[in-house]
């Protein structure tokens, strides 16, 4: 069974995880169709984390024109590309180098260093984007944690409050996991023509009801970020708190 549930926020329920990955993923290839259509070439980023390993391994057994689609990444830990952590590495274990064909992938360069990672990621989205003539990004996928983060914006930080045109990307220190990273911010996250979240595990119920319909304060929940225009797909158990 598959359900739309229109709550006003563009929310889809299914039975379990693995149905809301099909269903984001039947969506994610609707939009990147659309947009291959429209313009010959299409622009996706993905995230990383548990939720999504399912939707990677259905975009492996799909038949579509891979090479016409830009692949870049939401955020990324600054490891190598072959530590168990880096979210390059999940999508090309269970996606990228298991496909008939590829996207054109645009990989945070983590062995730079965070902060050279950050500007040189930024150049490529800024090249890529002056190269086609086209400001934003087609489709953005993202996750949200148990603490309502959603890229690698995490509650408190300052970064959530800036819209500065000039800086996209940008990398932060996460006490939390004393780990730096490199992410999109909310600029581009809220530019996207298409923002798809998958979110799922009854880990994520406090914080998904607080993010649909708490009161707006990205800086407390940043999955908040594009809130209103995001399409969410969720499974049972990550919507337990939300009222029907």
Not at 26 to 36: D, S
Not at 109 to 124: H, N
Not at 152 to 163: D, T
Not at 214 to 221: F, R, T, V
Request: net charge negative; glycine share 6%; hydrophobic share 45%.
């Amino acid at each position: 069974m598959i359900a739309y549930w229109d709550d006003g926020m563009n929310l889809h329920l299914f039975p379990d995880a693995p149905a809301a990955a099909q269903g984001c993923a039947a969506r994610v290839l609707e939009l990147l169709a659309a947009a291959v259509k429209e313009h010959g070439s299409a622009t996706l980023a993905i995230s990383g984390g548990t939720s999504p390993k399912l939707m990677f391994g259905i975009f492996a057994r799909t038949s579509f024109a891979w090479e016409r689609v830009h692949l870049f990444f939401v955020d990324e830990r600054v490891v190598p590309p072959t530590d168990p952590q880096s979210n390059y590495k999940l999508a090309n274990d269970t996606w990228l180098s298991l496909g008939a064909s590829s996207p054109h992938v645009h990989r945070v360069q983590t062995e730079l260093g965070a902060e050279e990672a950050a500007r040189d990621y930024q150049a490529e989205l800024l090249r890529h984007f002056e190269q086609t003539g086209r400001k934003a990004l087609d489709v953005i996928h993202r996750g949200m944690g148990p603490d309502s983060h959603t890229a690698s914006l995490f509650p408190g930080e300052p970064l959530i409050k800036n819209r500065d045109a000039q800086m996209l990307v940008k990398n932060v220190w996460v006490e939390k996991m004393k780990q730096w990273r490199v992410t999109l911010l909310p600029g581009v996250l809220e530019a996207a023509r298409h923002t798809v979240v998958l979110a799922t595990g009854a880990d994520k119920a406090d914080a998904l009801a607080a993010t649909l319909h708490g009161p707006y304060d990205p800086s407390a929940h940043p999955a908040q970020i594009a809130r209103d225009t995001a399409e969410w797909f969720v499974d049972q158990t990550a919507a337990a708190e939300i009222s029907t």
